[in-house]
């Protein structure tokens, strides 16, 4: 059964510096952007930045000062992530 499976991780390196992989995160990403746009007063900016690490990845920030205060009292960033159907998580080291 399952005793002889072993993870191909070279392949799994390839799914997840692809192209199919690469366009599903920048699609969420720009969904994000567009659900924090909305949640930030008109004319507030709002960046989508696709980068590759060991698989494809995305930021969004509001490129505001008042942002952090945002998201504290609002939490607007997580907001914007749970309405694309994402979770946010703490970031663990």
Same mark, same amino acid.
């Given at each position: 059964? !399952?005793?002889?499976?072993? !993870?191909?991780?070279? %392949? #799994?390196?390839?799914?997840?510096? %692809?192209?199919?992989?690469?366009?599903?995160?920048?699609?969420? &990403?720009?969904?994000?952007?567009?659900?924090?746009?909305? !949640?930030?007063?008109?004319?507030?900016?709002?960046? #989508?930045?696709?980068?590759?690490?060991?698989? %494809? +990845?995305?930021? #969004? +920030?509001? +490129?505001?000062?008042?942002?952090?205060? /945002?998201?504290?009292?609002?939490?607007?960033?997580?907001? &914007? &992530? +749970?309405? &694309? %159907?994402?979770?946010?998580?703490? /970031?663990?080291?």
């Amino acid at each position: 059964m !399952l005793q002889n499976f072993r !993870l191909d991780t070279a %392949g #799994v390196r390839e799914i997840l510096k %692809g192209p199919e992989v690469r366009e599903l995160i920048d699609g969420l &990403a720009g969904e994000v952007a567009d659900n924090l746009r909305a !949640l930030v007063p008109r004319g507030t900016p709002v960046e #989508v930045r696709g980068y590759t690490t060991d698989r %494809g +990845a995305a930021t #969004v +920030a509001v +490129a505001d000062a008042r942002a952090m205060a /945002w998201q504290a009292r609002d939490g607007i960033v997580t907001r &914007a &992530a +749970a309405f &694309a %159907g994402l979770e946010v998580k703490a /970031w663990q080291r």
